[in-house]
């Protein structure tokens, strides 16, 4: 047969085995069955057979052909599971499209079908009910694309594990979070947003994170030179220096982050605090300005961007390193202004673990002994650690954590215009190494901003309506029926539900809170929730 023969290149044909249909291209696929010449079932039924599957998997079909198998395989699937198709070879996706027919969604994994596919993976993998992913080939035609398919599982992993690592930190941190939003909201009726000094900056901008790199920059004129963006606990070490950051950034909602202030004296550094981070850091600094972290897909921050409360989202980037070069690119005043990443290590040497002055290395020096010398050598040797090259080759320490922060900031940042790694330590970014363009005229932000008209209105009335609202759930919770609050226009479960599913600040941090239940042991936790929220609405008028 002729190789350039264009149609026996695109369409696969069928070859009856006596036992079933075998697929068979000449061409593309060199003479090779897709299924046995002698019984095309066989295989995929007897492996569908010897898998284990679990409830909460998502199953994804590789290469369906002719779909032998699926009746055994939607036989064997326990609740709580969702299956897919997949197909790379757009010749074999038309044949198994055409021999479809079970309600089984199918996509087409190139360029074309890519979107599709991404949404409806994204969709499956946030609802809650997937924790792992079970590949299952149904035909040769799986080999073809081999790389494209473990592409994709490894894709499909990445979304499962992301979302239950942020479950896990949501059901720790969230009310937390929410806390804090609550506490902080009511700040913004004096103080400015971070959009207002969006596209201001035309000199370099420096950021700096808490790394080792800050020990080996040269300072000199530093202040002069650039505009300074310092992380929360790099900011001690820069005043040891003498050097002044024209900006401080925190995301953290802990109190333990006031310990990077201790000693800090108040001046006209700007402090641009996340709207989830701790609600004492406001009282640090006179000129403090807001921005927001979509820290999850919660409707509390939705109603306050809907509401025109938040003009707009940071990316949940985990480090503060990574919003600070966010925050870094949306100041600039375009792509020709240099950004500088500095102390972004995302590793450490042995015995240190930050750079001089932070105050993580000054509580090493003031809890050495005799029998405890100065020096974080747990932090290379512990368990956690691994280690790396970092640039240059050289070796460095680090964890799983801060490596993924590394490969985060390189897939988010790696194609951004005139951005510069000028740390001689740490992982690489990715991103140019060194600078040696030249300085425009240092830029200083005007503070004193006054927020937009009418916001501190907003904000009250959002307070109001959801101690109103709490308030109402509160009652109904409690006295049922018989509520003063109760809705004789509809059922108590209907009026309690309209009322609860959109407060999810309420549940959101629940095990179970992935979606609002009716349940009575969720609603008598919700219940106790409601108090607490009450009460931090009422500290934050009272402030």
Not at 169 to 191: D, H, P, Q, W
């Amino acid at each position: 047969m002729n190789k350039g023969s264009t149609d026996c290149r695109q369409k696969p044909s069928l070859v009856s085995t006596g036992q079933g249909f075998c697929v068979l291209n000449t061409i593309e696929y060199n003479g090779r069955y897709l299924y046995s010449k002698y019984n095309p079932e066989k295989s995929v039924k007897a492996l569908i057979s010897s898998l284990e599957i679990r409830s909460g998997t998502l199953v994804i079909i590789v290469s369906p052909g002719l779909w032998y198998g699926t009746e055994d395989l939607l036989q064997k699937l326990p609740e709580k599971c969702n299956v897919i198709a997949v197909e790379c070879d757009e010749n074999l996706y038309e044949l198994s499209k055409e021999y479809k027919a079970h309600n089984i969604p199918f996509y087409l994994f190139n360029e074309a079908g890519l979107s599709e596919l991404n949404s409806a993976l994204n969709s499956l993998c946030s609802n809650g009910y997937i924790r792992r992913a079970l590949r299952i080939d149904f035909s040769g035609g799986s080999q073809l694309n081999s790389e494209k398919y473990q592409y994709l599982m490894n894709t499909v992993t990445g979304m499962t594990g992301t979302f239950w690592k942020n479950r896990i930190t949501l059901s720790k941190m969230g009310k937390m979070y929410a806390t804090n939003v609550f506490r902080n909201l009511i700040n913004l009726c004096v103080s400015p947003q971070a959009d207002t000094f969006y596209n201001k900056v035309s000199c370099p901008i420096l950021v700096c994170g808490a790394g080792e790199g800050l020990d080996g920059f040269d300072w000199k004129d530093a202040e002069k030179k650039y505009f300074i963006i310092a992380v929360d606990a790099a900011l001690s070490a820069l005043r040891k220096r003498n050097i002044k950051a024209d900006a401080v950034i925190c995301v953290e909602s802990q109190l333990a982050i006031e310990k990077a202030f201790t000693g800090i004296k108040a001046d006209d550094t700007l402090f641009f605090l996340d709207l989830s981070s701790h609600h004492g850091l406001g009282r640090l600094s006179q000129k403090a300005v807001y921005f927001s972290t979509r820290y999850s897909d919660t409707q509390l921050l939705s109603e306050l961007k809907e509401r025109g409360i938040i003009n707009d989202f940071f990316n949940p980037n985990g480090s503060v390193g990574l919003t600070a070069v966010e925050l870094a690119l949306k100041l600039r005043k375009d792509e020709s202004v240099p950004v500088l990443v500095l102390g972004l290590d995302f590793s450490y040497s042995a015995g240190k673990t930050h750079a001089r002055g932070t105050y993580p290395h000054i509580n090493s020096l003031a809890a050495a002994r005799r029998n405890n010398p100065e020096g974080r050598y747990d932090a290379a040797f512990g368990e956690n650690s691994i280690s790396e090259n970092g640039k240059n080759s050289g070796k460095v320490y680090t964890t799983r954590i801060l490596s993924s922060y590394a490969d985060s900031f390189r897939n988010t940042f790696s194609k951004e215009q005139n951005l510069y790694d000028v740390s001689k330590t740490g992982l690489p970014l990715n991103i140019p190494e060194g600078f040696s363009g030249k300085a425009n005229q240092k830029t200083c932000l005007k503070t004193g901003v006054k927020p937009e008209a009418g916001l501190s209105q907003k904000i009250k009335a959002f307070y109001s309506e959801q101690k109103q609202g709490l308030k109402k759930a509160e009652g109904l919770l409690k006295d049922g029926e018989k509520s003063i609050y109760r809705d004789t226009g509809i059922s108590l479960e209907e009026q309690l539900k309209s009322l609860l599913e959109t407060k999810d600040y309420l549940w959101l941090h629940f095990p179970d809170g992935t979606a609002f239940s009716m349940e009575l042991s969720f609603l008598k936790r919700i219940r106790t929730e409601i108090s607490f929220f009450i009460k931090q609405i009422d500290i934050a008028v009272q402030d």
